[in-house]
């Protein structure tokens, strides 16, 4: 699913552009101060994108060009609570966005995994707001690359804040132990948060992203670094579904690991999105906080795992308390916590 897509489409898409920059090159300049070719090829060096000959190259540009076409509609269509701009996935179309970057996700079965606890958070109440980030018990943003491990990037996230939560120590576990040890999930193919929460729990353990780095074209397990525990935890637990009161009271101690519906997120550059999204869960991600902006529209505050060069420096604050009982996004859903 990850190769590019090409189809008949591409020749037509490749005149189309052509006939664009031919033609409208000279409305675009006088309406946004450069060319789309400009545009692309300062984008090109931002990025270090390569391109294998001309052809391909010039695909590429025919992409750039209708998504900063539809940037550029969304920004003045109106206003709006969120902003939207050319990052990193510029030059992919939708489907392949979708295709390469909401894979990561596995279907949810009726069998157990060891180390499920109740929820520990009931008839509580936490604070009006939280930002785990400014308490210094989040890692910084990583980058899981064209591999479906997102899973595996929101359960790291959760057990390298509830380690510095209860422990006090910060360190930066290892995604890489999960993709290629874990035999709950499948690698890049996919997996669920709660299923690698099982996994450590049964193997005693995690090791550090510095012992066992990120290589996700290595899929064979190195059972020594698998051994090198640095962090354990004694369980995991899922938060009552459909509930974003029971959520917002599992952040407030703690982040947690939340499955979503991201095929909306390509373009996403800051401010509180709110949609059109459906709940077809097809992402991870990990809630680091809530809270409210000066408008009093609340908001959850997620930790993604598509860099820094996306969103909000690698965030997405995500429209809270919605109508629909499965949150925006369906992000109330499935949602789970490790403990220690």
Not at 16 to 37: E, K
Not at 38 to 59: P, S, T
Not at 291 to 313: M, V
């Amino acid at each position: 699913c990850k190769n590019l897509i090409r189809t008949s489409m591409d020749c037509a898409l490749k005149i189309g552009a052509l006939l664009f920059l031919v033609y409208g090159w000279w409305g675009w300049r006088t309406t946004f101060g450069s060319t789309p070719v400009d545009m692309f090829e300062q984008w090109i060096a931002q990025h270090g994108r390569a391109y294998e000959d001309e052809a391909e190259k010039l695909y590429r540009l025919g992409v750039f060009t209708r998504n900063l076409e539809s940037v550029n509609a969304f920004l003045q269509a109106g206003e709006r609570s969120y902003t939207v701009g050319l990052n990193r996935f510029a030059d992919l179309t939708k489907e392949e966005f979708l295709a390469t970057y909401t894979t990561g996700l596995m279907r949810p079965s009726d069998a157990s995994y060891p180390g499920l606890k109740p929820f520990r958070y009931v008839n509580m109440t936490g604070p009006s707001s939280i930002d785990w980030r400014n308490k210094g018990v989040v890692t910084p943003v990583k980058d899981q690359a064209s591999c479906g491990s997102c899973w595996a990037f929101s359960a790291v996230a959760s057990m390298e804040s509830i380690h510095k939560i209860a422990k006090g120590s910060l360190i930066s576990l290892s995604e890489q132990q999960l993709l290629a040890c874990d035999d709950n999930d499948d690698g890049c193919g996919g997996g669920l948060h709660y299923r690698a929460f099982s996994y450590v729990v049964s193997n005693g353990g995690i090791t550090t992203e510095a012992n066992y780095p990120y290589h996700p074209d290595e899929s064979t397990c190195n059972s020594t670094k698998q051994s090198d525990h640095a962090v354990s935890i004694t369980g995991y637990a899922m938060v009552p579904t459909n509930d974003e009161k029971s959520l917002m009271t599992a952040v407030a101690n703690q982040p947690v690991s939340v499955s979503i519906d991201a095929s909306e997120f390509q373009f996403y550059a800051g401010g509180i999105f709110d949609g059109p999204c459906e709940a077809n869960l097809n992402h991870e991600v990990t809630l680091v906080g809530y809270g409210t902006d000066a408008n009093g529209t609340a908001y959850w505050i997620a930790k993604n795992s598509w860099g820094t060069s996306w969103g909000d420096d690698g965030y997405i604050l995500l429209k809270k308390d919605i109508a629909q009982k499965e949150g925006l996004c369906g992000l109330a859903i499935r949602a789970s916590y490790p403990i220690i």
